[in-house]
């Protein structure tokens, strides 16, 4: 090492046989981008800046919420409402000094995203929407970039790398080998909706940075071609092989030019949002499905003939006390379609994707007959906007 308090802050994994001073100069010449410095991010990056990857971007336009700080540690009450990428790096930069970190607090789009990818040597995937995450696996393949992805819901997370050639003429295995087509943004619920313990995101991302710190050093096997699930329950652990599949290639774009050119949110999109025309002459609906403002809403609320119903699932929170609904979870919408009467129906669920769903599945059984909407940004967001207006 150049000077002795850089051998002190590093010489218990400079002794372990295998790594050495080799390993540790490797580490401090790389250069590791995290997406997302959320539940998943926050321990990759404090453990990746505490082993001395020289360079760590943190590219994050979110802010800090006080329901973050369940697990997302790296952040305190008097950070709410300040630059989770900013936050983030001033605090990895007091743990780290010797290392370069840059924030980044702005939001990925198909038109910045490649720039970022071709500057580091690894991505890290701490993103926790479907449309980021194909669209990061989509640069990285382009970019012959490896991924280092996890996931998380409810007791269970998942760690896996992807797009890593451990020999001169391998097929590198994508995201796409594991989840060829994105869900729709109704199909599978986040981490918002479902829930999820605190400890999960900081143990699978934990893994997630000892994943990325092997992959620079050479030492040990690396989750390449491997997907590691793991149970916070019952500490059950399962590891299943990938294999890259020819047709998954074929649903990446062909070029740079052609992935600037994607929409990954419209791929990964309720269809529900496409279900009314462009020209659809009712002023409260949004014109692309059928999304209802809150202010609109709440003026909605006030007409006599309106039915509002909550798809949530019984015991889910915030609980709602402020206007008459009734509770007709997802799961049993279907086989009451029938019996909803009322002639403008006000779907709400948790953040505005069930609740699409449901308004889908009313379209289709009534058609226009029936003045169908689904409130947007869901209950939580109506609450917030509640709480500003009596403060």
Same mark, same amino acid.
């Given at each position: 090492?150049?000077?002795?308090?850089?051998?002190?802050?590093?010489?218990?994994?400079?002794?372990?046989?295998?790594?050495?001073?080799?390993?540790q100069?490797?580490?401090?010449?790389a250069?590791v981008?995290?997406?997302?410095?959320?539940?998943?991010?926050?321990?990759?990056?404090?453990?990746?800046?505490?082993?001395?990857?020289?360079?760590?971007?943190?590219?994050?336009?979110?802010?800090?919420?006080?329901?973050?700080?369940?697990?997302?540690?790296l952040?305190?009450?008097?950070?709410?409402?300040?630059?989770?990428?900013?936050?983030?790096?001033?605090?990895?930069q007091?743990?780290?000094?010797?290392?370069?970190?840059?924030?980044?607090?702005?939001r990925?789009?198909?038109?910045?995203?490649?720039?970022?990818?071709k500057?580091?040597?690894?991505?890290?995937?701490?993103?926790?929407?479907?449309?980021?995450?194909?669209?990061?696996?989509?640069?990285?393949? #382009?970019? /012959?970039?490896? $991924?280092? !992805?996890? @996931?998380?819901?409810q007791?269970?997370? &998942?760690?896996?790398v +992807?797009?890593?050639?451990?020999?001169?003429?391998?097929?590198?295995?994508?995201?796409?080998?594991l989840?060829?087509?994105?869900?729709?943004?109704?199909?599978?619920?986040?981490?918002?909706?479902?829930?999820?313990?605190?400890?999960?995101?900081?143990?699978?991302?934990?893994?997630?940075?000892?994943?990325t710190?092997?992959?620079?050093?050479?030492?040990?096997?690396? #989750?390449? /071609?491997q997907? $590691?699930? !793991?149970? @916070?329950?019952?500490?059950?652990?399962? &590891?299943v092989?990938? +294999?890259?599949?020819?047709?998954?290639?074929?649903?990446?774009?062909?070029?740079?030019?052609?992935?600037?050119?994607?929409?990954?949110?419209?791929?990964?999109?309720?269809?529900?949002?496409?279900?009314?025309?462009?020209?659809?002459?009712?002023?409260?609906?949004?014109?692309?499905g059928?999304?209802?403002?809150?202010?609109n809403?709440?003026?909605?609320?006030?007409?006599?003939?309106?039915?509002?119903?909550d798809?949530?699932?019984?015991?889910?929170?915030?609980?709602?006390n402020?206007?008459?609904?009734?509770?007709?979870?997802?799961?049993?919408?279907?086989?009451?379609?029938?019996?909803?009467?009322?002639?403008?129906?006000?779907?709400?669920?948790?953040?505005?994707?069930?609740?699409?769903?449901?308004?889908?599945?009313?379209?289709?059984?009534?058609?226009?007959?029936?003045?169908?909407?689904?409130?947007?940004?869901?209950?939580?967001?109506?609450?917030?906007?509640?709480?500003?207006?009596?403060?």
């Amino acid at each position: 090492m150049n000077n002795i308090s850089s051998y002190e802050r590093y010489q218990r994994q400079m002794i372990l046989k295998e790594f050495g001073e080799a390993a540790q100069q490797k580490l401090l010449q790389a250069k590791v981008i995290v997406i997302g410095a959320g539940g998943l991010g926050c321990p990759a990056l404090q453990y990746m800046a505490a082993a001395g990857v020289g360079t760590i971007g943190i590219a994050d336009h979110d802010t800090v919420a006080l329901n973050n700080l369940q697990r997302q540690v790296l952040y305190t009450v008097n950070d709410v409402g300040e630059s989770k990428a900013e936050k983030a790096a001033s605090r990895l930069q007091e743990l780290n000094p010797d290392i370069e970190i840059i924030p980044y607090n702005v939001r990925l789009i198909p038109q910045n995203t490649l720039s970022f990818v071709k500057a580091f040597d690894i991505i890290i995937d701490g993103t926790d929407n479907f449309s980021t995450r194909y669209m990061i696996n989509d640069a990285c393949v #382009l970019l /012959n970039k490896p $991924l280092v !992805y996890g @996931a998380v819901s409810q007791y269970e997370g &998942q760690v896996a790398v +992807f797009n890593y050639r451990q020999n001169e003429g391998d097929t590198a295995v994508n995201y796409r080998d594991l989840f060829p087509q994105p869900p729709k943004d109704d199909e599978v619920l986040n981490c918002e909706e479902a829930g999820v313990l605190g400890i999960l995101p900081g143990i699978i991302g934990t893994m997630m940075a000892n994943e990325t710190i092997k992959i620079i050093t050479g030492i040990g096997e690396p #989750l390449i /071609n491997q997907l $590691l699930t !793991y149970n @916070a329950l019952n500490n059950q652990v399962y &590891q299943v092989s990938l +294999f890259a599949g020819k047709e998954t290639r074929s649903l990446i774009p062909e070029s740079e030019a052609a992935f600037t050119q994607t929409d990954y949110e419209w791929l990964c999109a309720s269809p529900s949002r496409n279900a009314i025309a462009p020209d659809s002459p009712d002023s409260y609906r949004d014109r692309d499905g059928f999304e209802i403002d809150i202010e609109n809403f709440n003026t909605l609320l006030t007409s006599d003939d309106i039915t509002v119903i909550d798809v949530r699932e019984p015991g889910e929170i915030p609980v709602v006390n402020e206007f008459i609904f009734e509770r007709i979870p997802l799961s049993q919408l279907k086989e009451n379609l029938a019996g909803i009467k009322s002639n403008t129906v006000v779907f709400f669920c948790q953040t505005g994707k069930r609740s699409l769903q449901a308004a889908q599945w009313l379209f289709d059984t009534f058609g226009k007959t029936k003045n169908i909407y689904s409130l947007q940004g869901g209950i939580l967001q109506w609450k917030k906007f509640q709480k500003k207006q009596t403060t």
